[in-house]
């Protein structure tokens, strides 16, 4: 379970990684793996304590697929969307996942289980296509390896 965000404890999170501005991306980082999101109030505080203007921490917000802006689920379902994977039928397998989920991507589920995102290369084009479950990343998954996969992580 992620922390709930409160100024004090991203205060102290923003410390222990670094207070400056080229810590940027590792301060975004540990905010998601913290509170897994960065809201428009985290925003506004990492800014003032690094003292850039909110343009500048939104523009690295958005850059990164990984520094997503609302709550994630309690599950977060990854598809690799790389040149590899996609060959090897990853768009097809991302549309089923939208589709048996009922979730598109950048998305979490009206129960609040399931984020789905895009991911840009998980480092496993040989097993392509790859997706990654949590932290957990699996290869050669198709239409029905998903199922089985999302079926597993329920239970």
């Known amino acids: 379970m992620k922390a709930t965000y ?17 810590m940027l991306v590792q301060i975004l980082n540990a905010f998601v793996e913290k509170f897994s ?3 428009e ?11 850039l203007s909110r343009a ?3 523009g690295v917000v958005s850059f990164y697929h990984d520094h997503r802006t609302e709550p994630a689920g309690k599950r977060l379902i990854k598809i690799c969307q790389a ?5 090897m039928g990853s768009q097809a397998l991302t549309a ?7 979730v598109g991507l950048h998305e ?26 949590d932290d957990r990343v699996y290869g050669r998954v198709d239409a029905k390896r ?10």
């Open 108 to 133: 979490t589920s009206e129960d609040g289980e399931v984020t789905l995102e895009p991911v840009y290369c998980l480092g496993n084009c040989a097993c392509s296509p790859a997706i990654m479950i």
């Open 6 to 22: 409160d100024n004090a404890a991203a205060h102290k999170l923003i410390g222990e990684v670094g207070a400056a501005p080229e």
């Open 41 to 51: 109030e985290a925003v506004r505080q990492i800014a003032q304590e690094l003292n």
């Open 146 to 155: 998903l199922d089985d996969l999302v079926a597993a992580m329920r239970n």
């Open 56 to 58: 500048d921490v939104h």
């Open 37 to 39: 999101y960065i809201s």
């Open 83 to 87: 040149e590899s994977c996609q060959a």
């Open 96 to 102: 089923h996942a939208v589709e048996s989920l009922g």
